[in-house]
């Protein structure tokens, strides 16, 4: 498989009057073509800053301090705004949470969606407009001539998210990132616009980068997952090995903390205790430490690298070095 | 235990709530938006009854009415007895401190203005009149309740998180010691990680404190977690109730079947529910469908659907259901 996406040590901080909040503190992972690639992790994990970061959507005061983002092979950090507006859509799409304020309220969805068209298809406006009734179809949409007349606030909201899908796959991305796409939504709606998403994917063979805080998602959606936290990624690997066997503390606790579906018996949330880490000034060892129910001396003085546990499985936790371990709290 | 259980805290019977719409030209026309039409439940002592539906089905609106937050169109709210639906507010203040409440999102229902001392001891204050020591030391034993230090006792909501807000509103709930908590999506702004704290430890109150719990969420798999009995409402209407265990092991309606198959399974290893997608969306409470108001997205609509509404029929004991597809 070819590489699509690579990212080398990406930091991104947002200089703020209270000092330096360091919201991605270091992320390295790769994405192959067509791949549907999950990224879990908590508010404040450094999830969606990352997305932005990828789309080179950083604005002051944030910055990206270090690391590349290579797309083919390309660095697109350092890009001018020029280069970046040619592969933002026609190359790496984003869909974002919120999709009630990701449209232009003043705007007709026909605008706002042959807008993009005209500008990365080079066409002309009466094609355009085919090409968005075709593509309204495609995303479920009924009467999409009627539609593209309509104004962003007569849609539902499920209605608004498969437009910025629409939007999104427009110019048939390459790389779809898409951050907590369904977050808002109902659950039946979610089904549906995943369902959608899903069925886009094989047609077109793109790749997808899947946001979310919902483990379930992540397991009926991805073939591999990254677990953030802190502003790292904790634990990468395919998802059944990963939600099956996870091999850092803080998978561990996520895991726990979900209520089981068994029958008859209640079995006690086990939660994790205390609140993720402050990154104004973030740990100097590894971020989980203050919450994790094994941590060690070495936990808190020292950031751990990651450890091979198995094929494409790797986890940040000093638990893997065994000559590491001091037995002080860990059962 | 047991005999407390048995015992009817609440019981709402054909509870309406209307809200009156002006639409048509310079707004002479009249319509009503139907948010809750026709919610029949009782809730036992010490249960914890779950509320589930998608948004706008009316969940928060029934909640609303029982705490009488606002008043209603019609019907009876029995609590322990009396019927609250239509007494005044000077009557109302006995139950008002039997009746509290928690809401969704712990940013909005904490004055920014009022420290966690200021917060707690305003239920206190209005509901009898302990001084200033006892206050405090009701407040104390109350954080302490809830997992919060005696350090935090003057601090102001901006300086907590989102679990520890919940928590200080969860602590102001339980000062006045009620007998029933309206939990109205106290989770859904949380981390995973924070929900399961916050369950459990609603969990111990009730094991301890023998409270009602009303517990309206849309999030599935923690409803049948920490229900004992659950209802699922569509439009306005309680389509289905039953034990926990039972109406996600033997789902009846339609819309029952079809919410709980859209759920993401996180286990990897269980096989997975037959997913259901159910065809475009929930219709307008302005225009609600004729007959059965599912019956526009319901795989199984008959003739019949469009028609006659269904009455609940009570299938086993304790499973009710609102369908034709049960009628004899």
């Known amino acids: 498989m070819t590489k699509l996406l690579e990212i080398e040590n990406l930091k991104t901080s947002f200089f703020t009057e209270a000092g330096e909040v360091q919201a991605v503190r270091g992320v390295g992972f790769h994405l192959n073509k067509g791949e549907v690639c999950g990224i879990v992790g908590e508010s404040g994990s450094g999830k969606s800053v990352m997305a932005k970061s990828i789309m080179s959507l950083i604005h002051s005061p944030g910055k990206i301090k270090e690391g590349r983002i290579l797309l083919h092979g390309e660095n697109l950090i350092g890009k001018s705004d020029k280069e970046l507006r040619s592969i933002r859509g026609n190359e790496i799409a984003l869909i974002s949470q919120d999709p009630m304020s990701a449209l232009n309220p003043v705007v007709r969805i026909g605008k706002q969606l042959t807008e993009v068209i005209i500008r990365h298809r080079k066409v002309k406006k009466k094609e355009a407009d085919k090409i968005a009734v075709d593509l309204l179809r495609q995303v479920g949409i009924s009467s999409p001539e009627e539609r593209l007349r309509q104004y962003p606030h007569e849609l539902s909201g499920g209605m608004k998210q498969r437009i910025m899908i629409a939007m999104a796959i427009s110019c048939s991305p390459e790389l779809l990132i898409a951050d907590e796409p369904t977050t808002a939504l109902d659950v039946t709606i979610q089904a549906q616009i995943l369902d959608l998403m899903n069925e886009l994917k094989e047609k077109t063979d793109m790749a997808l980068l899947l946001i979310t805080h919902d483990l379930g998602v992540v397991a009926q959606n991805c073939e591999r997952v990254m677990v953030m936290y802190g502003g790292m990624i904790m634990e990468e690997g395919p998802v059944k090995d990963l939600f099956q066997n996870p091999k850092h503390p803080y998978t561990e606790g996520l895991l726990g903390s979900l209520p089981k579906q068994s029958e008859g018996v209640k079995e006690r949330l086990i939660p994790i205790q205390g609140s993720p880490p402050d990154l104004l000034n973030p740990p100097k060892g590894c971020p989980f430490a203050g919450r994790c129910p094994y941590t060690m001396s070495i936990c808190e003085k020292q950031m751990p690298p990651y450890f091979e546990v198995g094929i494409g499985r790797r986890t940040m936790c000093w638990l893997q070095d065994e000559s590491k371990k001091d037995g002080a709290n860990h059962e | ?328």
């Open chain 2, 1 to 328: 235990m047991v005999q407390i259980m048995s015992e009817t805290l609440l019981e709402v019977k054909d509870l309406k709530k209307y809200y009156p719409m002006k639409t048509g030209f310079l707004n002479r026309g009249q319509q009503h938006l139907k948010a809750v039409d026709g919610v029949n439940f009782t809730i036992n002592k010490g249960e914890t009854f779950g509320l589930v539906g998608e948004s706008g089905c009316g969940k928060s609106t029934v909640g609303r009415s029982i705490i009488r937050l606002h008043d209603v169109t019609s019907g009876n709210i029995f609590f322990d007895g009396t019927d609250i639906a239509t007494l005044k507010e000077r009557d109302l203040k006995k139950y008002r401190r039997r009746m509290q409440a928690v809401f969704q999102d712990p940013y909005a229902s904490l004055n920014p203005t009022m420290n966690v001392f200021e917060l707690i001891s305003e239920p206190l204050k209005i509901h009898g009149s302990p001084s200033i020591k006892e206050q405090k030391e009701i407040i104390l034993d109350l954080l302490n309740q809830v997992g919060l230090k005696e350090d935090h006792l003057y601090r102001y909501p901006h300086e907590f998180s989102g679990g520890q807000r919940q928590r200080v509103s969860i602590a102001r709930a339980l000062s006045v010691k009620p007998d029933f908590i309206l939990c109205d999506e106290p989770i859904s702004a949380l981390d995973v990680s924070v929900q399961a704290q916050v369950i459990n430890m609603l969990e111990d109150i009730q094991a301890e404190t023998g409270v009602t719990y009303l517990f309206i969420a849309h999030d599935l798999s923690m409803v049948r977690h920490i229900s004992t009995k659950i209802g699922v409402m569509y439009l306005g209407n309680i389509v289905e109730i039953a034990s926990s265990d039972e109406l996600y092991t033997n789902p009846l309606h339609p819309y029952t079947q079809a919410l709980l198959s859209a759920i993401p399974e996180p286990d990897t290893l269980k096989e997975k529910r037959e997913r259901i997608i159910l065809k475009g969306e929930v219709p307008s409470p302005l225009d609600s469908p004729s007959g059965c108001k599912f019956r526009t997205r319901c795989p199984h609509a008959m003739s019949i659907c469009a028609e006659v509404v269904p009455s609940m029929i009570e299938v086993e004991s304790g499973h009710q259901v609102a369908c034709h597809l049960f009628d004899n």
